[in-house]
Nanobody
Framework: QVQVVESGGGLVQAGGSLSLSCTAS????????MGWFRQNPGKEREFVAS????????YYTASVRGRFTISRDNAKNTVTLRMNSLSPEDTAVYYC?????????????????WGQGTQVTVSS
């Protein structure tokens, strides 16, 4: 069983930056593909960014491309989402997810392990 834990959420003003971290344990971290998703009340969970087993293989949803950066450090079992130029539209609960199987990186159903989520609030 893989345990996924997020950290780093909080309140930030529009235009500011925030970094989210996620650790995964219970499996060799380098064997996991990782993703970040976000969700607001009453809405579906949506894809934000992903990184495959190969750190250079990253994928972003269009609305965050150029503002957010996902990276992984296999030595520290950590994936980080660096978020710049934040806007109120980025407000959501952010979830880290892991998968040890092949799948489409931007689909919720591709991931079999999830964290509890961390709140990110961007004030205008």
């Amino acid at each position: 069983q893989v345990q996924v834990v997020e950290s780093g959420g909080g309140l930030v003003q529009a235009g500011g930056s925030l970094s989210l971290s996620c650790t995964a344990s219970g499996r060799t971290f380098s064997s996991l593909a990782m993703g970040w998703f976000r969700q607001n009340p009453g809405k579906e969970r949506e894809f934000v960014a992903s990184v495959s087993w190969i750190p250079e293989n990253t994928y972003y949803t269009a609305s965050v491309r150029g503002r957010f950066t996902i990276s992984r450090d296999n030595a520290k079992n950590t994936v980080t989402l660096r978020m710049n130029s934040l806007s109120p539209e980025d407000t959501a609960v952010y979830y880290c997810a892991a998968r040890d199987v092949d799948g489409v990186p931007y689909l919720v159903t591709s991931y079999n392990y999830w964290g509890q989520g961390t709140q990110v609030t961007v004030s205008s």
